[in-house]
């Protein structure tokens, strides 16, 4: 008999909407650069961060499950200082934007196509919905500046990137764009066909023009891959101290990485994440 897809829920058991655990080692990676291009912009960028954009928002925050609590003790991942303290203490995973509203004060637009996250997002300080259809919407409907920060992170964004990443660079290239991709190339042929041509694709695109990081998806028999992208305004581009950003995402995600692969070779006999 075939197995349902397999979705996460909540501590209590009701549908989360999600086809992952949250807290989980992309969730790791996302929050490590999101963080580290804030700390970065204080002084990289003459007035820091003046808006932030984040059109896949998804909720607030989500509770941690059992499993991922666990792997973030057995991983030592609570020394990392880009982890919110404040919902790790109540089981809580915040969302790219609370994590965002925790560390900036800078105006924040966020969407998600769930009626009640958006609902949630209302009632969060800080954060004004866009009225929109979906996320895409939000992207074309916006009028990105230098010092704006964008984060992109559909589910499935290789699935629809031979239409989306074209305008998607073209609109956001006045700002910072950070790109959160799910690969899965490891899996089936196609997949992997797909990928490159992807990576090809923003090659010839940006020249090569962006910083870019991974962490496998699972530190016991990985099968697909968590990336980000980073692709700098001019005005960051043009910092004086823009190497500095590029080292401190470098060395961080190295850090993750090394966590990973003490997991995957001593004392790992379950999947945490």
């Known amino acids: 008999m075939a197995r349902d897809k397999w979705t996460w829920k909540a501590k209590d058991g009701t549908p989360g909407g999600l086809l992952y655990a949250p807290g989980n080692w992309g969730d790791l990676l996302k929050a490590l650069w999101l963080t580290t291009f804030i700390t970065w912009s204080r002084e990289g960028l003459p007035d820091g961060i003046r808006h932030y954009v984040d059109p896949f928002a998804g909720a607030p925050d989500y509770p941690l499950g059992a499993g991922t609590k666990c792997g973030f003790l057995r991983g030592g991942l609570e020394s990392f200082s880009y982890i919110d303290r404040e919902y790790l203490r109540k089981g809580l995973w915040p969302s790219s934007a609370a994590l965002f509203r925790s560390l900036s004060t800078a105006p924040m637009t ?28 939000v992207l074309q409907s916006g009028s990105p500046a230098g010092n704006d920060l964008y984060l992109v992170d559909p589910y499935d964004f290789l699935a629809q990137w031979r ?25 089936k042929a196609e997949h992997f066909r797909e990928y490159r041509a992807f990576r090809g694709f923003l090659d010839g695109r940006t020249g090569g023009e962006y910083i870019f990081g991974r962490v496998g ?28 950003l590029a080292g401190s995402l470098e060395r961080t995600t190295l850090q993750l990485d090394a966590v990973m692969r003490k997991l995957s070779v001593f004392g790992n006999q379950h999947r945490f994440f």
């Open 217 to 244: 998806s699972d530190p016991f028999l990985p099968s697909s891959h968590h990336e980000m992208y980073l692709f700098p305004s001019p005005e960051a581009r043009g910092s004086p101290v823009f190497a500095l």
């Open 110 to 137: 966020v969407f998600d196509v769930d009626a009640e996250r958006r609902e949630r997002w209302r009632n969060f300080p800080g954060a004004t919905v866009a009225d929109a259809g979906d996320g895409w919407d």
């Open 163 to 187: 239409g989306k990443t074209e305008a998607l660079l073209a609109k956001t290239a006045p700002c910072t764009l950070l790109l959160y991709v799910y690969n899965r190339s490891a899996k």
